[in-house]
């Protein structure tokens, strides 16, 4: 990992370590490492000496400590130092100059972690800033945490002075009644008035279905809505045994959630006893039912199912 410094600012790095190059394990202790032998590249320029004129002093196995000066890490970005010394292997670091206020908010003593940031666009636009900024500044009284020329109320009245004036609206409001009428409902009762709703046969949902790019196959399983919607007591189904269907994928085995699943008596689908309920994240679905042999049906656009499953419940 590189290591960080500041940037223009002078530092002590430790390099090494310095091998022999014959038996390439000895250090090598006692080198002589001048200011032309030390040379740095910034962001991958050409490689130069340092500019600290000082040399690096041998400080223990192998190791040297080498003086950089500002000049040495005033560029932002990658500093590599390598050091080619006849009779050692090379020795090559790294470091990343970091700007003054990052080091400081990040290696500072008491350091909070926190980088300095300075927001110059909203959704990359600088006027959308500038509109925020003069907000904040001029519109916004932080003593009373309100907006400026806004007034507030902590409560709010019923309005008394806008029926019958200025050609508002004179009559009284419809009462629940009223608005079945106006809407042409004649009872309160939703059952009844679901069952006021002409029929439609399974053929013109099924030929709908076609219409829209199902195939005829798949428009059949259209079925199975005569008896989810007359004869199903509860979407979970009426039986006293609590039964979990799982629905995986065939190839990766992950778990298929939101599929729509409903449980028949038979095969053909016609009698269906509960659903349709959707599977959870877990790709779970579970239906009370009893004890006996059920097929369970299974659909969710883009996906082809096998149906139906068949499943003993014991």
Same mark, same amino acid.
């Given at each position: ?10 530092? *002590? ?17 006692? %080198? !002589? ?7 740095? /590249? ?8 340092? =500019?600290?004129?000082? /040399? ?16 040495? #890490? ?17 020795? @090559? ?15 500072? $003593?008491?350091?909070?972690?926190? %980088? ?21 500044? =001029? ?15 902590? =409560? #709010? !009245?019923?309005?008394?002075?806008? @029926? ?15 608005? @079945?009428? $106006?809407? +042409?409902?004649?009872? $309160? ?20 279905? !076609?219409?829209?790019?199902? #195939? ?11 008896? $989810? ?9 009426? +039986?006293?045994? /609590?039964? =979990? ?20 008596? *038979? ?41 139906? *499953? ?5």
């Amino acid at each position: 990992m590189a290591m960080i410094l500041k940037q223009s600012t002078a530092v *002590d790095v430790l390099i090494g370590p310095f091998i022999d190059d014959t038996d390439g394990k000895t250090a090598e202790t006692a %080198l !002589t490492l001048a200011q032309a032998d030390i040379k740095l /590249s910034k962001n991958g320029q050409a490689l130069a000496q340092k =500019t600290d004129d000082t /040399s690096a002093a041998a400080d223990a196995n192998g190791y040297y400590n080498c003086e950089l000066d500002a000049t040495d #890490t005033n560029t932002v970005g990658s500093l590599v130092l390598i050091v080619h010394q006849a009779g050692s292997l090379p020795v @090559r670091h790294e470091f990343q100059v970091v700007e003054e206020a990052v080091y400081v908010a990040l290696f500072a $003593a008491s350091a909070t972690g926190l %980088l300095p940031a300075n927001m110059t666009q909203i959704g990359g636009v600088a006027q959308s800033m500038t509109d925020l900024k003069d907000f904040v500044d =001029t519109g916004y009284d932080p003593a009373t945490h309100k907006v400026a020329g806004v007034v507030l109320a902590d =409560t #709010t !009245t019923t309005n008394t002075d806008m @029926r019958g004036t200025d050609s508002a609206n004179t009559t009284a409001p419809l009462d629940a009644a009223g608005i @079945r009428t $106006a809407v +042409g409902m004649a009872s $309160a009762d939703l059952d009844t008035q679901l069952d006021a709703v002409s029929s439609i046969s399974k053929s013109d949902v099924q030929d709908a279905m !076609t219409d829209q790019g199902y #195939t005829e196959a798949r428009a059949v399983k259209i079925d199975y809505l005569d008896a $989810a919607i007359s004869g199903v007591g509860g979407a979970v189904g009426a +039986g006293a045994i /609590s039964w =979990t269907h799982t629905i995986t994928d065939s190839d990766t085995g992950l778990p298929i959630a939101d599929v729509d699943v409903w449980v028949s008596t *038979d095969s053909a689908g016609s009698n269906v006893i509960a659903g349709a309920l959707q599977t959870n994240a877990s790709g779970v679905v579970t239906f009370m039912l009893d004890a006996g042999t059920y097929y369970f049906w299974h659909q969710k656009s883009g996906i082809n199912f096998d149906n139906p *499953d068949a499943e003993v419940v014991s």
